[in-house]
């Protein structure tokens, strides 16, 4: 088997916006997608982790796109991991069209978490630390790795949510990339229409569950480019922690 893995999706109408383009967040999944099927068929995966008490929880995120694929679009995610430590693995992605237009590549950290104690697991544990047979470090991925996300102090608060239903995952947690789709509400239509994602990256720095509130902080750093903080608040204690950071750079049309 091949140490990368190319998976055919299809940019189905709708999981497009207005613009007839797939939505971050769909791109986002087909890339979460493909990094489960390319783990499971390699035999370090949900299907064999699962039983055994441990899962994978992504740690970051990062997407740089030249476009988005239109409407009925097949397209190929491709993924393969990079490097692999003891409590952190890379894995990296290229979007590509059948025509072998390439949209894209994304960037990602992986950690491995006891599903009961939610505590980082040793991945070189296990399979005897199989994972390395599969590391991809040839293939190339032109873009850079995620950054620290910086912000001052003078970010506005922009929204508070309460989370629901169909924001918690298989894991039991917040969904990673509801996280992004969240992130992504807080601009304006119109400044969709004047402008794309050039880049998306997000950091995720602890849990949140059902029934926690998430506010959202947001800094402009730069000419297009905006940084936003997400704190959690529990409804019983009334405590505030940070869940996440992210950045989005947006080029004009």
Do not use: Q
């Given at each position: 088997m091949d140490k990368v893995g190319k998976y055919l999706f299809m940019s189905e109408p709708f999981h497009c916006d207005f613009s007839k383009r797939l939505f971050m967040g769909h791109l986002g999944n087909h890339m979460l997608n493909a990094a489960d099927f390319h783990s499971s068929e390699r035999g370090f995966g949900m299907t064999y982790l699962n039983?055994?008490?441990?899962?994978?929880?992504?740690?970051?995120?990062?997407?740089?796109m030249e476009e988005m694929p239109e409407q009925y679009t097949r397209f190929y995610v491709e993924t393969w991991v990079e490097s692999a430590m003891r409590y952190f693995t890379n894995r990296n992605f290229r979007v590509v069209g059948e025509d072998g237009?390439?949209?894209?590549?994304?960037?990602?950290?992986w950690a491995m978490i006891d599903t009961g104690t939610r505590q980082p697991q040793d991945i070189m544990a296990v399979r005897d630390g199989e994972i390395v047979n599969w590391i991809e470090t040839e293939k190339e991925c032109p873009m850079e790795k995620g950054s620290r996300v910086r912000m001052s102090g003078n970010a506005e608060l922009v929204r508070t949510i309460d989370t629901h239903y169909n924001d918690v995952d298989v894991n039991g947690h917040i969904n990673s990339v509801k996280y992004i789709e969240h992130?992504?509400?807080l601009f304006s239509l119109d400044n969709y229409r004047e402008n794309?994602?050039?880049?998306f990256e997000i950091a995720y720095v602890a849990e949140s569950y059902y029934g926690d509130r998430l506010s959202f902080f947001r800094e402009e750093t730069a000419d297009g480019e905006y940084c936003v903080r997400i704190v959690k608040t529990n409804p019983e204690n009334l405590k505030e922690v940070e869940v996440c950071r992210s950045k989005i750079v947006f080029v004009k049309k």
């Open positions: 039983p055994i008490h441990k899962t994978w929880v992504l740690s970051r995120l990062a997407i740089e237009t390439i949209y894209g590549y994304g960037r990602s950290v992130v992504l509400d794309r994602i050039g880049r």
